[in-house]
C-alpha cells in the first residue's frame, strides 16, 4: 500500500452509523470500508468520463452502416423477431 494521508471526516450521525453497521457485516473495519468506497467511487467516475471520451470520438454512420448489414444465417432459436 502507498503512504496513507489522514482526513479528519464528518459524517452525518446516520451515515456513519449504517457505515459501521455494513462494514461490520462485511467483516471489515471502517476505514476500510471508507477507504474502498471512496476508490469504488473514482474508479466509476474515471470509468464515465472515458466511456463519453470514447463516445466523442465514435462515428455514427459508420455504427449505422454496421447495423445495417444483413446476416446470411437464420436467427437462433430464441432470437426471432416478431
Not at 12 to 37: C, D, W, Y
Not at 49 to 67: V, Y
Request: no cysteine; glycine share 4%.
Amino acid at each position: 500500500m502507498s503512504k496513507a494521508a489522514n482526513y479528519p471526516l464528518r459524517l452525518s450521525r446516520s451515515i456513519m452509523q449504517a457505515a459501521k453497521e455494513t462494514a461490520e457485516l462485511e467483516g471489515v473495519s471502517l476505514n476500510q470500508f471508507i477507504a474502498t468506497a471512496v476508490a469504488e467511487k473514482l474508479s466509476a467516475l474515471r470509468a464515465e468520463d472515458l466511456l463519453r471520451d470514447r463516445a466523442r470520438r465514435g462515428d455514427w454512420s459508420k455504427a449505422a452502416r454496421i447495423l445495417d448489414r444483413t446476416g446470411t444465417q437464420p436467427p437462433r432459436p430464441g432470437d426471432e423477431v416478431d
